[in-house]
């Protein structure tokens, strides 16, 4: 293995050739790019500005939705790749096809929308779940849950601990008072579940004394119905879920398939990304662009065919021993590695 030695380069261009010129340089693969500092300083400031990043930023936005899409289908394959499975060859007008990176982004979002809605849907379930849970001490109780009382009485609705004595307790509410009604609906092991019925004139005495024993109230907000209508309605929700769910489920096992494709939509990313780096990199004037860089001694003939083609002047020169920290450094392998 060995050190490559390196030119120094610098090129002079019009900007109309900027954007294919840099993707020639990429294709050679062997050009470090760089601004030329000199062109940056306090005299040739107002001539010459470098870019301001920002398209680079949204590439690597892009990058990062394409690689949270390919996350994200991971878990939705049928066919499962080995570990060093090759990945397939593509030309170079396949990787940078416009047509198929612009429909890759579009599947990468189908794939992200379709995760955050089942990520919604999962809440969503969650929380009708707890909401189920919350009816079912009470679905024997034949009175809708929004009945607060009548013109007379009050309805309680709530719990105790699961070793309250209920004799002990009723002996108590109606020592507080005589015009009251308690009853179980149900019980589990950490509750009782209580109604209470209990004239008005009474309600702040007989809550006194449901307090002391423990009594929590429960309410209902909003709801309207019996506990058993509202268990009812509350499944068919969570049906509903559970089928979009399975909906979009469908979806992703389908955009799966795509994954080869933006697999290369990404590999396409990354190099524009590159580029964009690189454009940030350079200097321009209003008509013009400069670059400084480095490229191997032995890939100067590729270079200077490569230039040929443009309207651009270009210099290659040995780097001065100061420079010798910044040159980059290129291995070249041997037959045997």
């Known amino acids: 293995m060995a050190i490559l030695k390196m030119k120094k380069l610098r090129i002079c261009g019009v900007s109309e050739e900027q954007t294919q010129l840099i993707r020639q340089l990429q294709l050679l693969g062997s050009v470090e790019i760089g601004a030329p500092c000199a062109l940056t300083d306090t005299q040739g400031v107002q001539v010459f500005c470098a870019g301001d990043g920002k398209s680079a930023d949204a590439l690597l936005r892009t990058s990062a939705r394409l690689t949270s899409a390919l996350e994200t289908l991971k878990h939705y394959e049928t ?47 969650s929380r009708l779940t707890a909401v189920r849970e919350s009816f079912v001490p009470w679905q024997q109780l034949p009175l809708p849950l929004e009945t607060l009382g009548t013109q007379h009485t009050r309805i309680l609705l709530g719990t105790v601990p699961a070793q309250t004595d209920l004799e002990a307790l009723r002996a108590r509410v109606f020592e507080a008072a005589d015009e009251v009604q308690l009853e179980q609906i149900s019980a589990d092991q950490q509750s009782l579940y209580l109604l209470v019925f209990v004239h008005k004139c009474a309600a702040e005495a007989v809550g006194a004394a449901l307090r002391e024993a423990g009594f929590a109230l429960t309410t209902f907000d909003g709801v309207q119905g019996t506990a058993a209508e509202n268990i009812r309605r509350t499944d068919e929700a969570i049906a509903a879920c559970e089928q979009q769910d399975a909906e979009k489920l469908a979806e992703l096992t389908a955009l799966a398939e795509q994954k080869s494709a933006l697999q290369l939509a990404f590999d396409r990313c990354t190099q524009e990304i590159a580029k964009a780096q690189a454009a940030d990199r350079l200097v321009h004037s209003e008509k013009t662009f400069c670059l400084d860089g480095w490229v191997p001694c032995e890939d100067v003939g590729k270079l200077e065919a490569l230039l040929s083609g443009f309207c651009c002047a270009w210099e290659l020169t040995d780097p001065a021993p100061e420079e010798y920290p910044d040159v980059p450094v290129k291995l070249k392998n041997n037959k045997l590695t």
Not at 97 to 105: I, N
């Open 79 to 125: 066919k499962k790749g080995g570990l060093f499975a090759a990945r397939p060859e593509k030309t170079i007008g396949e990787l940078f096809s416009d047509e198929a990176y612009a429909a890759a982004l579009d599947t990468a979002q189908a794939v992200l929308d379709a995760q955050d809605a089942r990520s919604r849907l999962a809440a969503e379930k």
